[in-house]
C-alpha cells in the first residue's frame, strides 16, 4: 500500500496567517483525503477530492489536487487558535486507504 | 447520535495477557477497521471488516483478532499482549456503499493501551 507523505513535518503561524501542507504519493489515486487530529481525539474528517476534481473549497480551507505532479494541497486561510491540530492526508487507492505521518499545526494567539 | 464509541479509554496490561477493544457504531454503517496509530508512524490498518460476517487484514494483523457478528460491533482482541503493542487504537466506519475507500470515515477517540 501506498502512504502519502506530508510537508511540512511542522508549521507555527500566527493567528490570522494562512497555513499551507503538502502531501506527496507515488501511485495512481481514487481519491485524497484530509483529516485533523486534535490532541487526545479521533481523526476527523474535513475534504475528500476525487481524482478527477482539481480543486475544493469547505469554508476556510480549500485542496488542490495535482494528479501529473502526485501532490495535494491543503490551505487554511486567516487561520485561528483552534485550528491548532494534527493534519493527514489519506490516499485511497482501489482496496486501501492510507494515511500520512501528518503534520502539526499551531496557531498561535 | 453517538457515532463511533471506543471503550477503554486507557488500559494497561502486563506482557502475556488478554484483552478486547470495543467499538461499535450506531450509523448502521457497513464497513469498520481498526488502526494503531504510532508516533512517527502515522496511522496504520489492521484489520476491517466490510459488513456483518466478513473481515479481513490490513497492513499490521499480527497479534490481533477481529469478529464482526452484528453490523454495530467490531471487537479487536489483543491473543497476548506484547510492549510492541503500546500504542493509540482506533477504531473507524463509513457507509461505504460498496465503494468504503471512497468514503469519509468515521473515527472514535481512541483507546491508548501500554503493555509493560
Known amino acids: 500500500s501506498q502512504q502519502g507523505e506530508e510537508d511540512p513535518q511542522a508549521l507555527s503561524i500566527q493567528e490570522g496567517e494562512n497555513a499551507t501542507m503538502n502531501c506527496s504519493y507515488k501511485t495512481s489515486i481514487n481519491n485524497l483525503q484530509w483529516y485533523r487530529q486534535n490532541s487526545g481525539r479521533g481523526l476527523v474528517h474535513l475534504i475528500l477530492i476525487r481524482s478527477n476534481e482539481r480543486e475544493k473549497h469547505s469554508g476556510r480551507l480549500r485542496v488542490t489536487l495535482d494528479t501529473s505532479k502526485k501532490s495535494s494541497s491543503l490551505l487554511i486561510t486567516a487561520s485561528r487558535a483552534a485550528d491548532t491540530a494534527s493534519y493527514f492526508c489519506?490516499?485511497?487507492?482501489?482496496?486501501?486507504?492510507?494515511f500520512g505521518k501528518g503534520t502539526m499545526l499551531l496557531v498561535s494567539p | 447520535n453517538a457515532g463511533v464509541t471506543q471503550t477503554p479509554k486507557f488500559q494497561v496490561l502486563k506482557t502475556g495477557q488478554s484483552m478486547t477493544l470495543q467499538c461499535a457504531q450506531d450509523?448502521?454503517?457497513?464497513?469498520m477497521s481498526w488502526y494503531r496509530q504510532d508516533p512517527g508512524m502515522g496511522l496504520r490498518l489492521i484489520h476491517y471488516?466490510?459488513?456483518?460476517?466478513?473481515?479481513d487484514q490490513g497492513e499490521v494483523p499480527n497479534g490481533y483478532n477481529v469478529s464482526r457478528s452484528t453490523t454495530e460491533d467490531f471487537p479487536l482482541r489483543l491473543l497476548s499482549a506484547a510492549p510492541s503493542q503500546t500504542s493509540v487504537y482506533f477504531c473507524?466506519?463509513?457507509?461505504?456503499?460498496?465503494?468504503?475507500?471512497?468514503?469519509?470515515?468515521?473515527f472514535g477517540n481512541g483507546t491508548r493501551l501500554t503493555v509493560t
Open positions: 450509523m448502521n454503517h457497513e464497513y
Open positions: 473507524a466506519s463509513t457507509s461505504g456503499t460498496g465503494e468504503p475507500y471512497n468514503s469519509p470515515l468515521h
Open positions: 489519506a490516499i485511497s487507492g482501489y482496496s486501501t486507504l492510507t
Open positions: 471488516s466490510v459488513g456483518a460476517g466478513i473481515t
